[in-house]
């Protein structure tokens, strides 16, 4: 496949359109373009998502550095999602990343997960969401699972449950920043979003000032609120608020499409499927704390070839702050760099029979998981803060699913197959995808 042309000396990827570039092939093929076109052009390419704007792919095991490299920088998300970042950790560095990070990094380690009252409401809540599935018999399974993550996650930042329906409206509409349209005007979706990012704001401050207020709860807004970094000082008001606005968003619409993998992947599988309930056994208790879910190695092994195979972030950005040199080639400063983790999620070198899924990989291990194996998640500093929440409640859906269907029933997911997954905005299941499930074992 010949190169179309260079920019910056490097290679375009083949097969642009006019105008359009790569885009109308992101939302159903990204991870193929990828791949055929570092297959012709080799590991380092741009690729033009339309109107003059590109992102230059690097491909590679190797290509995670740039996400513990200085040279690399997070603030131009803060320019492009300016309603969505605010002066969260995904657009700071330097000295301000490292002041949040500190002080917000401890309730979302196991410990601080295990002290607290999020594992137990996730727990009840998934354990609900399962059983409503069983008497129904069947459920359009990535819209539930959306519903119920976002319901979880505004528990967990103190939203009051009469107002989940109002706050997912208008968290919908501050969802319109993303759609890149800047002019705003009465009734324009940049309008729109302001005026919701508003109206969000002005309750999360009220949370925050109750608990600031209260004595601890055991909550997970209580304890951000009482966080301090390696400094001692707290959190302000607007650093809350402008991390718990981006924890809504990322910590329902990622964790949520893995969740809806792991149920249709089940119902796809049923040697998966029996091997989960050997492991779950009788009963329908869900772990409710890191510790109880680690005994439960299947559940979690399901959950990280999921992950690997299915990152819901398939490319993480990055700004070239100074030139650096990647697989021989030399990445220019101001260059916005997409880190392809599809490709090292499926890196031969790293995982063997890499787009097969096999759980056993990760069995039997008494090593963690090493900084490559998790790059579905970052690396470096700007490593995901909640990957351990992301962690236990996957494990905990997972064990709900094998209990709380009886020892009968079992996911079915209607037409036998894996759907084609959809890459935009994040990778996740078709909406229409149905798993069903029977009970009399058929």
Known sequence: MPT?????????????????????????????????????????????????????????????????????????????APLVAGESLLGR???????????????????????????????????????????????RVVPAIQEAALEIIFRTIGVDPTLLDEWRSRYRTLLLANLGTKPSFPGSPAWRAARAKTWIDARLLENVARVRGAPADGSLLSLLAASRDDEGRPLSDKELVDNLR????GGHETISATMAWIAITL?????????????????????????AARAFPFAEALFREIVRLHPPFG????????????????????????????????????????????????????????????SQFGAGPHFCLGY????????????????????AGRPVVRG????????????????GTIVEFPQDGR
């Open 315 to 374: 490319l993480i950005t990055r700004r070239c702050e100074e030139p650096f040199v990647l697989h021989g080639k030399t990445i220019p400063p101001g260059a916005v760099v997409g880190v392809d983790l599809w490709g090292a999620s499926r890196d031969p070198a790293v995982f063997e029979a890499p787009d097969e899924l096999r759980p056993a990989r990760w069995l039997g291990r008494t090593a963690p998981p090493a900084p490559l194996e998790l």
């Open 246 to 249: 981006l924890l809504v968003l």
């Open 4 to 80: 179309s042309r260079l920019r910056d000396g490097l290679p375009v990827a083949p097969g642009a359109l006019p105008f359009l570039g790569h885009l109308p092939y992101a939302y159903r093929l990204l991870p193929f373009i990828l791949r055929r076109a570092g297959g012709a052009v080799g590991p380092v390419y741009w690729i033009s998502l339309g109107f003059d704007q590109y992102v230059l792919v690097c491909t590679g095991s190797e290509a995670v550095e740039i996400l513990r490299s200085k040279s690399f920088s997070s603030g131009h998300l803060a320019t492009l």
């Open 388 to 407: 351990h929440l992301a962690w236990l409640e996957a494990v905990q859906f997972t064990v709900a699913l094998a209990r709380g269907l009886g020892p």
């Open 267 to 291: 119902g796809c599988r049923p040697d998966l499927w029996s091997a989960l309930r050997a492991e779950a056994g009788p009963g329908t208790e869900v772990p409710g704390s890191p510790q």
């Open 416 to 431: 036998g197959r894996l759907p084609t997954p959809v890459f935009l905005p994040t990778e996740h299941p078709p909406a």
């Open 93 to 139: 560095d330097g000295d301000a990343h490292r002041h949040v990070r500190a002080a917000m990094n401890g309730p979302f380690l196991p410990r601080g997960l295990g002290a607290s009252t999020v594992g137990p409401m996730m727990a009840e809540r998934l354990t609900a969401l399962v059983a409503g599935w069983a008497r129904g018999g069947k459920v």
